[in-house]
């Protein structure tokens, strides 16, 4: 993600608004009460940026709304404080679990064209005819690469109606040859013993699906494993234990 960072740290601003964030009935005041930005009022402020304002919402940062910039090429996220004189644009880190909510934000705000991932060369775990597809980014030397795994193989042993497009990225250098025995046999047997750190021979043929994964996951700014792509475009990473991987997955489901 391309996002120029011009994020500027600006204590005052909720030094002179605490009585805001007072302890009320032992929870937090929720500000969003006090102040409204409509979408219209957004459109006006943000006159004479290049831009559409899609849309306005109160961003998790208190004090802050989220906006949803439509530039030529992709849609951002900026912030504009409750005072409504102050823009912010860059990575908001949420310190307790480092998640960077900008970026989160920006998936969001731009889904992925599913169709400019190929599948020809994925592995495939579950029902071939399932409506619901997954298409997953694994490294076979990546530790929670291999708890997803058997978490996935939970998954379809629990709901026929999903499958999980295995797409090799190695990361590790450890991984490399390894994962171009496995595409070039396009073989899960050998992924599962990679995962186990059981010895496959080295490739016997000349592939091109590992460069051309490592390419596409580049373009979409997939930068580790595991990760995976969802129905509806949206990009999750890391691990996820069963509960949490299926409600991802439903919530993900596009409807016609």
């Not at 011009?6 to 009320?24: D, E, G, I, R």
């Not at 775990?125 to 291999?146: E, M, Q, R, S, W």
């Not at 000349?206 to 373009?219: P, R, T, Y």
């Not at 997939?222 to 949206?234: A, D, E, K």
């Amino acid at each position: 993600m391309r996002i120029t960072i011009c994020l500027l740290v600006s204590l005052f601003l909720f030094v002179s608004s605490a009585s805001a964030f007072k302890q009320m009935n032992g929870e937090e005041a929720d500000c969003g009460n006090c102040h409204s930005l409509t979408k219209e009022e957004a459109k006006q402020i943000f006159t004479g940026l290049q831009g559409e304002v899609l849309s306005v919402e109160q961003a998790e940062v208190p004090g802050f709304w989220e906006i949803e910039l439509k530039t030529q090429n992709q849609n951002i996220p900026l912030y504009l404080d409750y005072s409504k004189a102050y823009l912010f644009s860059g990575n908001i880190i949420r310190m307790k679990d480092k998640k960077n909510l900008t970026e989160e934000s920006y998936r969001k705000f731009n889904p992925v064209d599913l169709s400019s991932i190929p599948t020809d060369d994925a592995l495939l775990l579950g029902n071939p005819d399932a409506a619901t597809k997954i298409i997953v980014f694994t490294d076979p030397h990546c530790p929670y690469c291999v708890k997803l795994h058997e978490v996935m193989k939970e998954a379809v042993a629990k709901r026929s109606d999903l499958l999980f497009q295995i797409k090799l990225m190695p990361i590790k250098p450890s991984s490399k040859k390894v994962s171009e025995t496995i595409a070039c046999n396009e073989s899960m047997e050998q992924l599962e013993a990679a995962f186990a750190r059981k010895e496959i021979p080295e490739a016997s043929c000349e592939s091109k699906v590992i460069e051309q994964n490592l390419a596409v996951a580049k373009s979409l700014g997939i930068r580790s494993t595991p990760t995976l792509i969802l129905p509806n475009g949206q990009i999750a990473t890391g691990y996820k234990p069963l509960n949490a991987l299926l409600e991802i997955i439903d919530q993900a489901v596009v409807t016609n």
